[in-house]
């Protein structure tokens, strides 16, 4: 585990990109055309604000870990969305707002997924909402 005091200048907090060091190359592994790369690089900040949010909370390796995932699964589903549906106009917050209310949509594949698995994307999904309606308002 990395050194918390060498990173921050001693406040204690991991910036998220030592626990998530591939986030940058999330929207290129969500991208089928350009405009989902462009849209995706868009969306990507608030992913990673919330998940600092998350680390700052405090939360274990293993919690952490799985947030990740999640964020990453429903930031590919969100471009799927806006792809399909040709919304690459739309803002990315308002997407994401609407993604994770009530639950959040259900990701790409969900079927796949295994019934813990599904209620943890939905966790996460209503942590974000909370943390969206708490930074930006309950509506964009």
């Known amino acids: 585990?990395?050194?918390l005091d060498a990173k921050d200048g001693g406040s204690?907090?991991?910036?998220?990109?030592?626990?998530?060091p591939e986030i940058d190359r999330w929207p290129r592994s969500w991208m089928g055309i350009?405009?989902?790369l462009e849209y995706g690089e868009r969306l990507l900040p608030y992913l990673e604000e919330f998940?600092?949010?998350?680390?700052?909370?405090?939360?274990?390796?293993?919690?952490f870990v799985q947030y990740r995932g999640n964020a990453w699964l429903l930031g590919g589903t969100i471009i799927s969305k806006?792809?399909?549906?040709?919304e690459?106009?739309?803002?990315?917050l308002k997407k994401l707002m609407e993604s994770v209310e009530c639950d959040g949509i259900l990701p790409?594949?969900?079927d796949q997924m295994s019934?813990?698995?599904l209620r943890s994307f939905e966790r996460m999904c209503r942590r974000f909402e909370k943390f969206l309606a708490g930074k930006y308002g309950k509506a964009i």
């Open 34 to 36: 350009r405009e989902d």
């Open 115 to 117: 019934e813990s698995e």
């Open 88 to 92: 690459h106009g739309v803002d990315p």
């Open 108 to 110: 790409d594949h969900y």
């Open 12 to 20: 204690g907090k991991m910036p998220v990109r030592d626990w998530a």
């Open 51 to 63: 998940l600092q949010d998350i680390l700052d909370g405090g939360v274990s390796r293993k919690t």
């Open 1 to 3: 585990m990395p050194d």
């Open 82 to 86: 806006v792809s399909l549906f040709e």
